[in-house]
């Protein structure tokens, strides 16, 4: 019992008795060091101190604790008994006063003083609750723990410590009642024991639990200096019985160890080491909280592990030290006999005279030890002597050394640390169970996004269908009403040619100056006005829907790719619509020509009905007034019926309008590919050209470039249009013009003449180059789209020109200065510009005679860039390759260390 425990002794002196001149440095010295009440129950008073003080003990002071030791007399055995039966044993033992005297004769004696006095009659279970239990509790409470015992051969240390008790469990040793208290004690839950068993002999540690384990280094942790044995064998302990074969295992090595070293067990020392690792939580941490003292915040206890270590020492006999001495053998022999054990002496001696040296290092028992003694452990030393007067000597070394042991004095602390695993996996466990949580957040989000797209979606289409239903209808309505306004005019002008013809052209000339003519006229121009009201009226419609989508879209926020989607869907309704108002624009274009005619008509007649004014203007009047009755399409009803050649003299109709709107129904004609060559053959051509010479209206201008663009699409218009001086009237209208659509016409006509091999040279000395780079003054991004491409065309002529051998040296655009400008826009932000120049540059590159030049002008560099950032892999590989089949280009390459 811990209550039962070590008292703290004081020194006496009894008349002629001299005790030792230890005694009294003794006892002053642990009355002033040690706490009072480690003195009665040390156990319980290290359990409290340690439980209370976890923050500092892990890391900061230790408590004082003396090395504890107890004396114990073995009983005379049968030899004693007989040969010493007439002398009386040579101590005599006070127990109740913790006292032992020596006798030095009949009449003389010394007294000293122990921590216990254990009679020849003290059972074993007494003798382990007050050497040992103790130091058991420590290390169960997280402290390293030692029990040791020493003396003389033969005077009861296996008995005191080693014995197994199978057949009487009373007679059990320290070894086994410590383990057992142990495995009482621990959870196998959270802790562990293990045990390692060992034999020092000869300056060699033997593993008892692995033989063939025969040299075994110690371990010195530099930085703690705590000390191990990673080669030796651990046994994990999980009950008494396996214990019980270890150390019987333990006992068998150690006899065929010895019997194989030619010694005995009484000159090796044995070591049991029980290492106990036991988890327990720290103590919670209490944090006040900023805002208000009173509350506070308590943190989660620390996960701590404590590593604790019981090291039980069964030693050598004692009385190899004092015979080397005493017979006078020299101190090598001395060592060669245990050098181990003296110099545990003599440590034990440094320490008790507080000498600043202590030769730890002389021997491995002493570095084993040196936590033991002078160091953090709780250590018990029970000295062992015999009754025999004979060995009166012996007897007397080994108490003066159990008397300076008792003065070694220890710093216990726990060995105790942040048990990091515990914790990583505690925060593993915390961390799936986050990761879990927010998956099913991300997935509940995910779904929720999904309904919300769906809905989205569903509503966007409904709008979308509504619109498309009342766009077709609004469109199916106009068509009709303007068929509807078309027929009747055409009946009102039969009905009226009949008339005429009935009664008589000159008595009925009247007529068509008077009401009944005007009333057509303004038969027409309501009609006009109608079909101008309905277009406002599809307008607002489409304006309305258009709002209500834009609702439904805010409504539907949060899918951008809806949005998106509905945008266009949007952009394709209003291409439509603006198709419609072409149409529209179309067909106002044709009321005002039938207007336009009927006013020549109405002239005409008044002139007497013989003259014609403009030859063949009947014939187109007749004409499309049979278009207008087949009910075809418009423009190519007209075109059919009125036939292009009386539209192309409209082109030089006095009227101003009229000429706009002829130009107008011309462009949108050439338009379509399939009109080209009529219009061409009819000498459309030249008439655009000469009405972008006689330069008065702007429109007429842009539409006519417009319409000569549409015509230079094709290869056999292109040479047309050079022959007839097309490229000086184009370049002309490049360098006036301000109107950026106006320029993006002349660009593109430019551009497609660029794209034709046969014209390089011609197309460079009539200055269309010069104008087409002219051109990029106006910045706006459909002229220089149109620029970039007329470059890119004509870069790649030249390309395939070089690689047929039609040509050879550097490039005409070069010449040409276009070079800089190119570099400049290579990476411009308008996707169209960008991918020409990018084109542009490849087909540039690929001839050696430009390199020169490009390099100066820094094409190189982006050349290399589109090798890397172009988003087309054709374009990418084009420049790559190309830059690699280039001498120069790679040689420049080399010198700045780009690698493609
Ligand atoms: P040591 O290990 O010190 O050499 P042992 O433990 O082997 O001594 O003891 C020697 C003999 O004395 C053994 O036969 C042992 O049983 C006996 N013996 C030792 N101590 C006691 C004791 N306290 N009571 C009875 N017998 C004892
Ligand atoms: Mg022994």
């Known amino acids: 019992m811990a209550s039962n425990g070590y008292r703290n002794g004081t020194g006496t002196n009894k008349g002629a008795i001299k005790p030792p001149a230890s005694s009294n440095i003794r006892s002053s010295s642990f009355k002033s060091r040690l706490p009072p009440s480690s003195n009665h129950s040390t156990g319980s008073a290290l359990r409290r101190t340690s439980s209370a003080s976890f923050t500092t003990a892990a890391g900061g002071d230790g408590v004082p604790g003396r090395v504890r030791v107890a004396v114990r007399l073995r009983p005379r055995n049968a030899e004693e008994s007989t040969a010493d039966a007439d002398f009386a044993d040579c101590v005599e033992l006070q127990p109740e006063l913790k006292r032992l005297k020596l006798r030095k004769n009949n009449w003389e004696s010394e007294t000293y003083e122990f921590d216990e006095v254990l009679t020849e009659f003290a059972s074993q279970k007494r003798v382990y609750e007050v050497v040992a239990k103790p130091v058991v509790e420590s290390v169960l409470d997280g402290y390293n723990g030692t029990v040791m015992a020493y003396g003389q051969t033969g005077t009861g240390k296996t008995f005191t410590l080693g014995r197994l008790g199978e057949e009487d469990t009373s007679a059990r040793g320290i070894m086994v009642r410590s383990m057992e208290e142990i495995l009482a004690n621990v959870s196998p839950e959270t802790d562990s024991i293990s045990v390692s068993y060992l034999q020092l002999y000869m300056e060699t540690i033997q593993d008892l639990l692995d033989p063939a384990n025969d040299n075994i280094s110690i371990v010195e942790d530099p930085r703690t200096g705590d000390v191990s044995l990673p080669g030796a064998t651990h046994v994990e302990i999980k009950d008494e019985p396996s214990f019980l074969e270890l150390l019987r295992l333990g006992e068998a090595h150690r006899i065929a160890a010895n019997t194989k070293l030619n010694t005995e067990s009484s000159r090796s020392h044995a070591i049991l080491m029980v290492h106990v690792k036991r988890s327990v939580l720290g103590e919670e941490v209490a944090i006040p909280s900023e805002s208000d003292k009173s509350s506070h915040f308590v943190k989660p206890p620390k996960p701590l592990v404590r590593k604790s270590k019981l090291v039980l020492v069964d030693l050598a006999g004692s009385e190899r030290v004092q015979k080397s001495g005493s017979e006078g053998h020299m101190l090598e022999e001395a060592k060669s006999i245990n050098l181990s054990l003296s110099a545990l002496g003599k440590c034990i001696n440094a320490l008790a005279e507080n000498s600043a040296h202590v030769p730890i290092r002389d021997s491995k028992l002493t570095r084993l030890l040196r936590d033991s003694f002078g160091g953090t452990a709780r250590t018990s030393l029970i000295v062992t002597i015999g009754p025999s007067p004979r060995h009166r000597g012996e007897t007397a070394s080994t108490i003066l050394f159990g008397q300076r042991a008792m003065k070694v004095e220890n710093m216990l602390r726990i060995k105790e640390e942040f048990d990091y695993k515990s914790l990583a996996r505690r925060l593993e466990i915390q961390l799936d169970k986050l990761i879990a949580e927010n998956e099913r957040q991300q997935k509940a989000f995910d779904d929720e996004v999904e309904r919300i797209n769906l809905e989205a979606q569903n509503r966007v289409s409904e709008v979308e269908r509504n619109f498309t239903d009342a766009l077709e209808k609004e469109r199916l309505k106009c068509q009709m009403e303007y068929m509807e306004s078309v027929k009747k005019l055409e009946e009102k002008m039969i009905e009226n040619q009949r008339k005429h013809q009935h009664d008589g052209f000159m008595k009925d000339k009247c007529n068509w100056e008077g009401p009944g003519f005007s009333e057509d006229i303004a038969e027409v121009k309501k009609l006009l006005e109608k079909e101008i009201q309905m277009r406002k009226e599809a307008e607002k419609e489409v304006n309305k829907l258009k709002s209500q989508l834009g609702q439904h879209m805010d409504a539907g926020a949060g899918g951008d790719a809806e949005i998106l989607k509905l945008q266009i869907a949007l952009e394709d309704e209003v291409h439509q619509k603006k198709k419609l108002e072409e149409e529209i624009i179309i067909l106002r274009s044709q009321m005002l020509q039938l207007t336009f005619e009927a006013d020549q008509m109405r002239r005409?007649?008044?002139?007497?009905?013989?003259?014609?004014?403009?030859?063949?203007?009947?014939s187109p009047m007749s004409q499309v007034r049979d278009s207008l009755s087949g009910h075809k399409t418009p423009v190519s009803a007209l075109f059919d019926q009125v036939g292009v050649q009386k539209i192309?003299?409209?082109?030089?109709?006095?009227?101003?309008?009229?000429?706009?709107?002829?130009?107008?129904?011309?462009?949108?004609?050439?338009?379509?590919?399939?009109?080209?060559?009529?219009?061409?053959?009819?000498?459309?051509l030249t008439s655009l050209l000469m009405l972008l010479r006689s330069y008065e209206d702007e429109t007429v201008r842009r539409v006519a470039a417009g319409a000569i663009a549409n015509l230079a699409m094709n290869e056999a218009n292109q040479e047309l249009i050079m022959v007839q001086g097309g490229i000086s009237l184009l370049s002309t209208t490049a360098s006036d013009a301000e109107d950026p659509q106006t320029l993006r016409m002349v660009a593109g006509a430019i551009a497609n003449l660029c794209g034709n091999d046969k014209l390089q040279a011609t197309l460079r000395s009539e200055g269309g180059i010069k104008a087409l780079l002219g051109m990029v003054r106006c910045r706006h991004p459909d002229v220089l789209s149109q620029v970039a491409r007329g470059i890119a065309n004509f870069a790649k002529c030249e390309s395939r020109a070089s690689t047929n051998g039609i040509r050879s040296g550097r490039s005409l655009l070069i010449d040409e200065g276009a070079l800089p400008w190119i570099v400049q826009n290579a990476n411009n932000d308008a996707a169209p510009i960008r991918r020409h120049i990018e084109l542009a540059l490849c087909h540039l590159a690929q001839h050696e005679a430009n390199a020169k030049d490009m390099i100066n002008g820094g094409a190189l560099w982006e050349l290399v860039r589109i090798t890397r950032d172009c988003s087309r892999e054709d374009i990418r590989s084009l420049a790559r390759r190309t830059l690699n089949s280039s001498l120069l280009f790679r040689s420049e390459m080399r010198r700045l260390r780009i690698e493609l």
Do not use: T
């Open 648 to 684: 192309l003299d409209l082109l030089e109709s006095e009227d101003a309008n009229v000429r706009i709107h002829a130009v107008k129904v011309v462009a949108n004609l050439a338009a379509e590919e399939a009109n080209q060559e009529r219009i061409v053959e009819a000498g459309g």
């Open 604 to 618: 005409c007649l008044a002139r007497g009905g013989s003259g014609n004014a403009y030859p063949g203007l009947d």
